[in-house]
């Protein structure tokens, strides 16, 4: 499975950003897709998730500012970020597993994209 993420950037806070994630083959029709994000010098953590059978869940950081969604037909993952603020700042990662239960933790995802950065500074 090969993932990469692109659309990261440098945005001023209150601004929006959408990332996006392509897969090989049908990586994303199988198991759970997930966002995850690791900030300098901390650990990488759960941001966004969801699965052909379980609705989208969110980080509570998140809640009502970032929309997960997907094109299945581009085998495309999406994070749209709105309402950015600076401790959104991180490298931003995708991340897939064979089941379609959503973790919110490093250690179950079995495939992950290479990160894009986002940075959010005034």
């Known amino acids: 499975v090969q993932l990469v993420e692109s659309g990261g950037g440098l945005v001023q806070p209150g601004a929006s950003l959408r990332l996006s994630c392509v897969g090989s083959?049908?990586?994303?029709?199988?198991?759970?897709v997930a966002w995850f994000r690791q900030a300098a010098g901390k650990g990488r953590e759960f941001v966004a998730g969801f699965s052909w059978r379980v609705d989208a869940v969110y980080a509570d950081p998140v809640k009502g500012r970032f929309t997960i969604s997907r094109d299945n037909a581009n085998n495309t993952v999406y994070l749209q970020m709105d309402n950015l603020k600076l401790e959104d700042t991180a490298v931003y990662f995708c991340?897939?597993?064979?089941?379609?239960?959503?973790?919110?933790?490093?250690?179950?995802?079995?495939?992950w994209g290479p990160g894009t950065l986002v940075t959010v500074s005034s």
């Open positions: 083959g049908r990586t994303f029709s199988i198991g759970a």
């Open positions: 991340a897939v597993r064979t089941s379609w239960v959503v973790k919110r933790e490093v250690r179950d995802y079995r495939d």
